[in-house]
């Protein structure tokens, strides 16, 4: 069975090809960062047009990479949210005329559910139940996945969300942007116990995140540290602010698991590619029992693999989605 993927809830254009739901045949992407750095993140309006230019040749060029013909697609799976509504809408109009113009049936699949979908095409399918880390640039939360498709919300942020947190961060250190890629190369080269930043919300009992009084924290010392006169050394600042981000998702990603019961966590999401987040998290999670799955750096970012990979099994199960399906941008996981 091939399954047609296709991504354009953000900035980046993404289709890929899979066959039988975990085989990878072709994974592209068209990406737009160069069209948004100038702007210091990403402009919804600007992101969609870009899409609109982009994706139907890259489909072609997705068809053509992996051999397969038009009329080989056996369903075409769509991200329908959350995200940018605009710029799903272009995704989602390609999809729908793909599927009426072939035959394949349309599944919608949830960007986030998709995100840990990722450690399935790098890992083979776990068994459910267990626990879903998602940090992304626009989502921080803790799921208990208790079967397939079934998604209890443990605990989210309360303001950012981490990758935003990243991004600010990196904006107000004048590292550019995407952030989060420039503060982990930047914190390599420096002390994570330099400046001791909030831990916010480690100490409390619910699962929650909060991510501002951080920032502002950064913000404060910045500003204290060059009205003193003093340089900024930017490795120091840029570990210890992404130490203290890693240390809150550590801990309350092993709360979760002993909360649950579950042996196994899945992280998904573009944050899962930072260097110390990962280490952190499959370190302190294996030292606590737990069988800890992280998707391979290039399935952590935005991509079509994984939504191609869920909308596959989706379909295996006999869900369809209609043609009529609208857009969400604020699409819930659960209800
Ligand atoms: O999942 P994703 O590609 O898009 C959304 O669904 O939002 O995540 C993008 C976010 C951005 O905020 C970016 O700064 C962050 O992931 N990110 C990272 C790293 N690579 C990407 N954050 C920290 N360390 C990284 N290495
Ligand atoms: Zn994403």
């Known amino acids: ?6 991504e354009t809830s953000c900035d980046e254009t993404a289709v890929a090809i899979v066959e039988d739901t975990y085989s990878v045949r072709t994974n592209m992407i068209a990406a ?4 948004h750095e100038r702007f210091g993140g990403v402009v919804p309006e600007v992101a969609a047009r870009a899409h609109v230019e982009a994706l139907t040749p890259l489909l072609a060029e997705a068809l053509v990479a992996a051999d397969v013909g038009v009329g080989d697609v056996d369903g075409v799976a769509v991200t329908v949210g959350p995200g940018l509504v605009g710029a799903l809408l272009v995704g989602m109009a390609a999809a729908k005329s793909f599927s009426l113009a072939t035959g394949a049936p349309l599944i919608g699949v ?8 990722a450690n399935f095409l790098a890992h083979g399918p776990p068994a459910p139940p267990y626990v879903a880390l998602i940090v992304s640039g626009g989502h921080t939360m803790l799921v208990h996945v208790l079967e397939l498709h079934h998604h209890v919300v443990l605990g989210q942020t309360l303001d950012d969300a981490a990758g935003e947190a990243f991004d600010k961060v990196a904006r107000l250190l004048g590292l550019g942007f995407p952030g989060g890629p420039a503060i982990d190369a930047m914190a390599a080269q420096g002390d994570p116990r330099a400046i001791a930043f909030p831990r916010a919300m480690a100490a409390s009992d619910d699962l929650d995140f909060s991510m501002s009084g951080l920032k502002t924290a950064v913000l404060r010392h910045v500003q204290q540290e060059r009205r003193a006169g003093r340089d900024i050394p930017l490795p120091d600042v840029a570990a210890s602010f992404q130490e203290a981000i890693v240390d809150v998702q550590v801990t309350k990603t092993i709360a979760a698991a002993e909360r649950t019961g579950v042996d196994t966590v899945l992280l998904g999401g573009g944050v899962v590619a930072n260097t110390r987040l990962r280490d952190r998290l499959t370190g302190d999670g294996a030292a606590a029992g737990l069988r800890v799955l992280a998707p ?8 079509a693999a994984m939504i191609a990979c869920l909308g596959a099994a989706k379909l295996a199960r006999g869900e369809r989605t209609s043609l009529d399906i ?5 699409l819930r996981l659960a209800p």
């Open 1 to 6: 069975m091939i399954t047609l993927g296709i």
């Open 32 to 35: 737009q960062v160069h069209l």
């Open 110 to 117: 949830h960007h986030l559910e998709g995100h840990y979908w």
């Open 296 to 303: 391979p750096l290039e399935l952590c970012t935005d991509n």
């Open 326 to 330: 609208a857009a969400d941008p604020n």
